[in-house]
């Protein structure tokens, strides 16, 4: 009986876990759409070979996440690494060298992802159609609310979205990492 009913709730889990890794592929298919329908911004002397790499929005920002681990800035890619990251990010020159390199080799995310409208469709738009108001992607929608009220994610509220993030979710994570780019964005290149 034990039996039995430990394989019952070892399907059951397996089979939440299945249904939101899908949702979640979902989310980031509707996010790469929406992105790449509006047309995505090179620099003139980008080659053939950069266009065709740059084809999924989330593995861009990953590109940020691993460019910050291995300038030793990001120690671990948990709860504990991202909290250890943020707590110094409103310090006046705090990650300005990485922030700067890593936008001389990738363009993707600055020329395109810095924009309200790309903003309204990872926080509005992809999270409302994709994951039809489930209650354990509310976060997304409070992390829009919280961002908007104060013009980009400072540091109280990047530490509150952190408690919150499942890292095992690579999509609620790499919002996060979105966040502190956009952190970092506002403050180098237009504060």
């Given amino acids: 009986m034990k039996l039995l009913i430990s394989l019952l709730v ?3 889990l397996s089979s939440c876990n299945d249904n939101r890794n899908e ?5 980031q298919r509707c ?3 929406k992105t790449f329908d509006r047309g995505i911004l090179y620099p003139l002397e980008t080659s053939e070979s950069d266009i065709s790499n740059s084809v999924s929005v989330f593995d861009s920002i990953q ?3 691993y460019y910050l681990q291995k300038a030793g800035q990001l120690t671990e890619i948990n709860k504990k690494g991202y909290l250890n990251l943020i707590a110094d990010i409103e310090q006046a020159e ?5 922030f700067q390199d890593f936008n001389s080799k990738n363009y993707f995310i600055e020329n395109n992802l810095m924009t309200a409208l790309f903003f309204e469709e990872l926080f509005y738009d992809c999270a409302m159609s994709s994951f039809k ?4 992607y509310q976060f997304i929608l409070d ?3 919280k961002v908007q009220l104060n013009s980009y994610a400072n540091k109280e509220i990047l530490t ?3 408690d919150k993030v499942e890292f095992d979710s690579d999509t609620q994570r790499l919002i996060v990492t979105y966040l502190i780019y956009s952190n970092l964005n506002w403050r180098y290149e237009m504060g």
Avoid: A, P
């Fill in 63 to 65: 590109t940020f996440e």
């Fill in 143 to 145: 992390t829009k609310d």
């Fill in 94 to 98: 705090y990650l300005k060298k990485e």
């Fill in 133 to 136: 108001n489930q209650i354990h």
């Fill in 31 to 33: 996010i790469n759409h």
């Fill in 160 to 162: 509150e979205l952190i």
């Fill in 23 to 27: 949702l979640e592929s979902e989310y």
């Fill in 10 to 12: 070892i399907l059951t």
